[in-house]
């Protein structure tokens, strides 16, 4: 891929159409080349259907409006994660357009999701206080182009509500489980598939659940083959994840 | 109780058949009487099925195989945990009748296992490098004169294991659920009866399991009702804790 | 017990009087036979005392009134926990007649407590501060058909107020222990009597206490037999595991 | 695909061929028939290219060849993880064809290697010391019938020799990325490709590193999108998810 | 240097010019003497381009003002760092020529940059949400009379912008590091330059990043040579580190 | 001691003066005996120089308040630790001469200090942020009656502070240090002195401090002897364990 | 003190009995003036009962051999903690005279314990296995000419042990309490007494123990008053803390 | 510097001197090239005075020798760090004239310490249990051609042995400083001096040190200014950062 480049660079010094210094200057320019292949992997990018993302936790609402604005002139979709309500206002206001999923806390432009046919990334969430993350799963694979079915608050708990769902687990190309305290269901769900699962621990519980560190330890330790785990709250990343894994099976 | 001997002690010095120093001395003498006490606290625990119980970790062949013989020449049953087979043939050359159940790592003298009738402590494992602290739960609580019933190996990765035994789980009176790794087994037993659950994490695992501490955490976390946790490993006190439950409901 | 619902089915099927088609729609409908079967088995619940739970912390009081309200037209009682008082005047507007346990953090509907005869639960704990994590399990237990008893404020630091009341932890079925800093309390009353402990350790404390981490480890590590350990803070745990216990002992 | 199962046992009470309690007594030894269905599972397994797996740690080299044995008279290929010389050894007493990978630690029996044509697992790894846990994952994935390319001693400390293989990296289904110590390469090799990476960390450091917690967290940490993370060490794990991704885009 | 005072002292000894008693009062006040040399010392940090330094986190708004306006009394620069808005408002009060650094969070008085020639003092951020705490590395370095160039937003996960900027690194006399996350742009710099690296982890991150903990056990398991870590979010610490190495090689 | 009571009611018994049954009542109000022999306990503290003491942090104002006002009914002084504001005017409305130490947090009625004369206690600490503890430490010592020596602000950065105070170091008769940050100064102060030490971290720091885990962790692991170390930021705790040892010296 | 030996070093120079450049030098030497000094110190610890002390932990038995001979040239007695078999054999070819006791792990020449009159230090253990802790902080104290009465295996388990021997407690100047597990004992001793409590956790116990690190955050969070911890398993560091607290009532 | 590469390679093109296809081969083998550059880069580390390293820990003696024999053939010196004495042996059966510095566990060929003139690197430790991580800084930097002086067992415990060596401190133009245990050193020595300190934790001590730990938070919130923080017991680490600082004074 690179080589075309070195080889039209080299041809056109070999037919003299640029001299020896037109050429060192592009090579020394070789960062904003870079910056020129950027561009070509954002297109590159929005082609396989992933948006640009502004991660919005850490910036003001008129920082992440500024880059929102700036982004969705040269690109579509534009997804920003973690926004408050404060920030989709300020948003608002340079992007009338633009929408705001509250329960994920994302604002797109220029979203439409995929239509679910045979093939789709199964979202799974134990209980009611998982929601958020699992609907930023849920939501940020559905903007990266992914179709992607819900089965929320199915913990192991009472384990009949998962059974009673086998079907979608097995059919699903690729499985997010999000599960705060015990983070169970990720073990469980694994034990019943032999799809990649993807494992979000949750903050989700209280004492000795050390902001979802209990989670986090029990999916990495689980007894289940093919558990692969993302950061505590990480719905995004985890998204980001089965898309890649996602995209092998359709193309 | 306690009443009786203070009022068999004010008594006598009503009557005058004991003088005022005489019962002041006893009183005195109130740590013999302490463990002239303790040694009616030795009768109740062997009528109510308790041995004692020598501690292995941390002593020398010779200092148990001493407490050992001594022990036994006043209470049946005996019973010493985390043993080794060093401890058991110091002790046999003292105790020639001694015992030595060597998975559950004890030295028994004196002890007969009691018949299943229709209550029993079931005690499930999730995996057979879990079996070691299982079966310490069970012959622990065997010893301790409670009928025990094992159901080992039936980890959630594979959970129908688990489900074609649910009438064992909901048989039980009481169950202890040994599990290292990601402990999810107790959450998923947990979610599949209303009975007392006790939760052994264990050792086994690698890595981020860190000595037990990922199970440990998770059993302290679980989504399901019911379920008291006892430390890593300790299949000792998980049976303790389990007869002093299941005498509840057969006395 | 399942075998009825599987007898009956089969003999209806054996017998013609519904076709085959019919019978396998059934068993397609499981899930809704288990939601049916989750039905019976809230009746178990209720008639064994056990109400509907609502876990408040997470949830906002709109969600709490709602799951509240549709839980009340089918159910009695119910037990909504970690409830603060915006939770309870949200509830109060669908259900005027709901009660709340400040102290506790509990509203419930329908509750009436337990008469303590000769068999209670006792509920020991070691400060003032730890009060309201001690009230949240007496009061869970008490909605939950349970008869309790309360002995709150002898901690460790001045044994003779517990030595005082050796005759409540004898006469008690099982025993709630409630306690934060160093926890030793659940020691302490664990060597004091031969019934089942539920130790709660509390997030009271500060500094080295690490939100409760101190108590919970010394619990684990408890030298006391027969005891077992609840999250920080579970107050709820402790009392549906100190229920699942007390039943047996009473039926 | 159950409902044959059902469909049959229906229809044949409804014929009158077997009767109401025959019926109900298959319905009883549903465990038996779903050792039958776990049988098929197997075959599937097989089927689908992923082998039998022994954990040999934790286990006496005896028991491991006597699974390794019994599981060779039905199965094909075996595999056997964290396998020291001495299980080897042993196994090989029972099964004298088994091979030993004393690298990956591994024993096998029956496999041959995928070759590998234009789609490939990558297993990339940082420093020499990573390297048993690299070939644990690489030898695994073959075992598991996927092609398998390695890339080792590439971190980052030396990013050159990395940035040289970045084609390696592009034409990848699925990249394993292996690094102790700081972790960093799993970032690196995410910045620079946008297949899913499973990034394991190793127990290779020192002092800080705490037996791999270092490198644990910098991976679940990874500023770059598309990254999942298995236990310290857990090669075997990175390789069953790797096999679960590689499948989708190969069949 | 210190042998002049007593040199001195000795010789009005040995001359008479002070009594034996006098004498031996100087060296009881050598506090005093102490305090004396203290001042000398802040005249050698004032020719030596160090300011006198307010760490204002813990202190009101009026305390912060009240040292600043004593030491801007008798010193020059004055530098206070983790300043809000309330306490610059309050420094401004009493030394109106006061300027803030929001950005950096730092008030000074009497400071001018130093210009950069040939050598220089280079400070790199991997997100732009780590740029509070390099903009503090990088002023207070400057408040100190170090050159100091910016190299922001150049995390590994687009790892061309750094490689692209190779030369600044390799100009640079010592670079500072400033990273959240899993911290691994010091390892990919370290990699890079031989020149001395210091590694400030900061607390951006979320999950398991633990406030700053996976940065930190990353940058002290550097695979790199020739790198040193400051506190969490310590980016003065770094600044000062950095001084007194530039110091080394312009003197 | 506890033999008067004894001897007395014996002896009443052998007189007839009252009968067993009036004695046996005696005894099972034991435990009001008890709260008597606590209120004589009580007595004992006010004589040695101890007051009633009431720790502020999770009460109410209005309990606060409430409890003060009580014991200030039968008791002389009350010491509240741990007082905001709030809870001062709380106590003030009850008890109008109350009186409010605001560094310390600690709010007194009746206390008087005590003159320092040849023994004292030394409260060392390291920084001005430090003080908050120090004061609370050096303030309740001197509500017990302990004469104190403050020596504030003199950390181990600019050790000849400390050297310059060896004195006081070596002529008290019991220090307290109280450190922050690295919590270097027990050490040192340690190794200056051999009297007893009884060390104070603070959660004065910020990163890697994680609330003043590192200097509890230093000052448990001083290379000084004679060094004990209390609860972090746990100011009263000194001075308690300080008073208990002073008053060996003095008496 | 320090004061004679500027005054003499003055007094000769005004006197002219050594010059200028002499004194001058001396001064120079002040690094050696400190060494005599520090063997003045030596005296002023062997005047004190205060043994040389060498940490045998980490060195071989010869270096522990070499150091022990030589410092038995010049001072009585010495002291090596931690010491095993081997480094004692090593001790014993160089000083014959040598002595072990074997659970305390210390060498010794030239100590006789003190004689109990009145005063004394208390060693109190929890279990038999802490005894070898408890026994080095007694037998260390003893060295250091310090009374040591002992009472050990009195846990919180069987909590009539301890109250039997409250009179022990009360007539103590000093007490080290010394367990593991949970570490309850300090509370409930610190509780009964109000002299100085010296808590050493130990690292007895398995599983959530964390090598001491539970029972070492219950003594620091100790709900009674009065309690100064001391490392992990560290007699010798209690036994130096002891001795400086009980030197101040007997002096 | 890279340019020059470029340079002749585009003129080579131009002039017709290499073809195109050539030119674009020789970028294509830029791996190759690299490795070239690699060559050229380790000259340049022989130039400046960086030997080639081996870190052996985790290599069989078999892989250290093979390694260091080919290094060797190509460069000098050659130096391998963690290296106990069967590595040794190995080393020196492939490399007869290898040697061995059994205390800093290091293996070294070719290599001369240079001469202290008036710059040198200080080393300073703070116990003899530190001695072979300080030997292995001072060794390894100067086997890297620095000047090195040891200040050897001056911990704070006896803080005038440090005081008297402050000319040592203060002409030194790095200092590394070594302790373990509360790791206070570096922090008195940062105090004392404003050159640039690297602070080494070790892992010398015992209990609550955890593994170092202790020194290394320490150390991270030392209150001195100019303190960079390595691994614990990363001497070799602290050698190279001093190295990499020191070369900035002396060209």
């Known amino acids: 891929m690179d080589k075309n480049f070195w080889t039209d660079l080299l041809k056109k010094v070999a037919e003299g159409s640029i001299s020896t210094e037109e050429a060192l200057k592009q090579l020394e320019f070789l960062p904003y080349q870079d910056l020129e292949f950027a561009k070509i992997d954002h297109h590159r990018h929005i082609r396989s259907g992933f948006p640009e993302v502004i991660f919005c936790q850490g910036k003001t609402p008129e920082q992440t409006a500024e880059i929102f604005y700036h982004l969705s002139l040269h690109h579509s979709p534009i997804l920003a994660t973690r926004a408050d309500n404060q920030a989709f206002l300020a948003v608002q206001r340079r992007c009338p357009e633009a929408q705001y999923n509250s329960e994920a806390r994302c604002i797109t432009i220029g979203h439409s999701s995929a239509e679910i046919k045979n093939k789709y990334i199964l ?29 929320f608050d199915v913990g192991v708990a ?25 983070g169970a269901l990720a073990s469980v769900v694994g034990g019943l598939t032999d799809k990649p699962v993807i494992a979000v621990p949750t903050s989700v519980g209280y004492g000795a659940s050390f902001g979802g560190l209990a989670a986090l330890l029990a999916m990495l330790n689980s007894c289940a083959m093919g558990v692969g785990v993302v950061n505590i709250d990480n719905g995004f990343g985890a998204a980001a994840l089965a898309r890649s894994i996602f995209r092998l099976g359709v193309t």
Chains 1, 2, 3, 4, 5, 6, 7, 8 share one sequence.
Do not use: Y
């Open 123 to 151: 979202v799974v969430s134990a209980g009611t206080a998982d929601s958020p993350v699992a609907e930023e799963a849920a939501f940020c694979a559905e903007v990266m182009k992914c179709p992607v079915k819900r089965l």
């Open 158 to 182: 009472g384990i009949h509500r998962l059974l009673n769902n086998r079907e979608s687990l097995q059919n699903a190309e690729v499985i997010i489980v999000v599960a705060g305290m015990e």
